[in-house]
């Protein structure tokens, strides 16, 4: 099972970009998609997560809220996070990730089961 993140890139301050997450091998309406990130001496941060279905997508972190939002299709099995309004604070390398639609904690980032590589965003000032 592969996981490929892509979509990433050098931005300006207030810029969109829309990331994508390839699945290979992988029964991918079984799956929710997660997506994190990780900033330079940060910790992973939790963004948005879409159930199977795409019907459903769970809180985003407060510092995306409103400006990130998950999508799918599952026709291509591939998972979207389009980004608008980037800011510098945005720049991190960006992972997806594949969880058990029975996980309980979509937020915590050990509980899913298949990972991404990660795409890097810097967005520029």
């Known amino acids: 099972v592969q996981l490929q993140a892509s979509g990433g890139g050098l931005v300006q301050a207030g810029d969109s970009l829309r990331l994508s997450c390839a699945a290979s091998a992988l029964s991918f309406n079984s799956y929710i998609m997660g997506w994190f990130r990780q900033g330079r001496g940060n910790e992973r941060e939790f963004l948005s997560a879409?159930?199977?279905?795409?019907?459903?997508?769970?809180s985003s972190a407060d510092s995306v809220k409103g400006r990130f939002t998950s999508s799918r299709d599952n026709a291509k099995k591939t998972a979207y996070l389009q980004m608008n309004s980037l800011k510098p604070e945005d720049t991190a390398v960006y992972y997806c990730a594949a969880a058990w639609s029975q996980v309980r904690d979509v937020t915590d980032y050990g509980r899913y089961t298949y990972y991404g590589r990660g795409t890097q965003v810097t967005v520029s000032s």
């Open positions: 879409i159930d199977w279905s795409g019907a459903t997508t769970y």
